[in-house]
């Protein structure tokens, strides 16, 4: 199957930084999304991006699928942004609607 | 517009029972996948339902069944429960691309 990692592994914030959390992919993938989970467990989509670049609000991304890499741009970041940040990746042919997952960023953000 | 829905929400069974988990899909989806996530851990893909067939499945063993409704609805089932098999599972549906997460049933296996 295919590797997902994701760096860094946790991240602690004051309130206001900026952040920049890393997917790696160890093969061509069909699509790719970002997902942040909340402490009761919820994954709720943040972006769907197979390739290119999208912004929602203070969120963006960014995914080179010929480099095989996504990243997720956080700007002035809250307190409610905290929990686990994950990247999902499915392949092609065979394994094709299966999402595999990264072990995601742990991101906490200060007051 | 319902999002996707899961029950329960929270199970506690005993080593060696069976667990039914229930789904329902996202108005027009017509795709269920089901995910075991362990604490700590990115979820890990069980299987996916498609026109009431299992079209694909991870690396879990054959305790591990599901179904699929007419209506899309799909269900779990685990046999035989296992102390390891104590996570949060995770439906998540489809419509040919990106896939959209129930708020998942914790079951603790005592």
């Known amino acids: 199957g295919i590797q997902v990692e994701q760096s860094p592994p946790d991240l602690i914030l004051q309130e206001g930084a900026n952040s920049t959390l890393r997917c790696n992919f160890s093969?061509?993938?069909?699509?790719l999304q970002w997902f942040h989970q909340n402490p009761w467990g919820q994954l709720i989509n943040l972006f769907y991006?197979?390739?290119g670049t999208k912004q929602n609000g203070r969120l963006s991304a960014t995914t080179v699928a010929t480099e095989r890499y996504s990243l997720l741009y956080i700007s002035s970041s809250q307190t409610t942004d905290s929990g686990v940040y994950f990247c999902?990746?499915?392949?092609?042919?065979?394994?094709?609607?299966?999402?595999?997952f990264g072990r995601g960023t742990q991101l906490t953000v200060w007051p | 517009d319902a999002g996707v829905t899961q029950s329960p929400t929270h199970l506690i069974k005993t080593r060696g029972q069976q667990v039914t988990l229930r789904c329902s899909p996202k108005?027009?989806?017509?795709?269920v996948s089901w995910y075991q996530q362990a604490l700590g851990q990115g979820p890990q893909f069980i299987f996916q339902?498609?026109?009431?067939?299992?079209?694909q499945r991870g690396n879990f063993p054959d305790r591990f069944s599901g179904h699929q409704f007419p209506n899309y609805s799909s269900e779990l089932n685990v046999n035989a429960l296992l102390l390891g098999d104590s996570a949060l599972y995770l439906c998540?549906?489809?419509?040919?691309?990106?896939?959209?997460f129930g708020p998942g049933t914790r079951l603790t296996v005592t």
């Open positions: 999902a990746v499915t392949g092609r042919g065979s394994t094709l609607g299966r999402l595999y």
């Open positions: 108005s027009g989806h017509d795709t």
């Open positions: 998540a549906s489809s419509l040919a691309g990106e896939q959209y």
């Open positions: 093969d061509s993938v069909n699509n």
């Open positions: 339902y498609y026109e009431e067939e299992e079209r």
């Open positions: 991006i197979p390739s």
